[in-house]
């Protein structure tokens, strides 16, 4: 036997849809935002660390840490992450050292011109050529 509807319940089930859907579907897009600016955030803090302790090597640059961190974002990310890469001499505990920053810019999902930006860094000591 069919099942009986009355006419006042008819188009219910979309209206009903329509209600978890503005819930749900913003739920789900910070979630997707969140999971996108960790990676980015992870990804770039791993390279500032390899491009500060590429410049602490004996003999390196601190050119050779910007290139190694460019590189290791171009691998992982998009470029367009990382707005500025430098490296600046810095002192850890008395001893010499370089701090690798890095300047990103994450765009927001369905919201143009908008963006989160944040700094991650690296610190390495300098190697004492032998």
């Known amino acids: 036997m069919p099942a009986v509807r009355h006419r006042g319940e008819r188009g219910s089930a979309v209206v009903d849809f329509v209600m978890a859907l503005v819930v749900l579907l913003p739920l789900f897009i910070g979630l997707l935002q969140l999971a996108l600016v960790l990676h980015v955030r992870n990804t770039l803090s791993s390279a500032a660390a390899e491009g500060a302790r590429s410049a602490a090597v004996a003999g390196a640059t601190p050119q050779d840490g910007v ?64």
């Open 67 to 130: 290139d190694e961190a460019r590189e290791q974002i171009v691998g992982a990310v998009s470029p367009d992450y990382a707005r500025a890469i430098r490296v600046e001499p810095v002192s850890i505990g008395g001893a010499a050292a370089y701090e690798l920053t890095i300047d990103a810019r994450v765009p927001t999902l369905g919201l143009g011109g908008i963006a989160i930006e944040f700094s991650v860094s690296g610190n390495a000591i300098r190697e004492e050529a032998p």
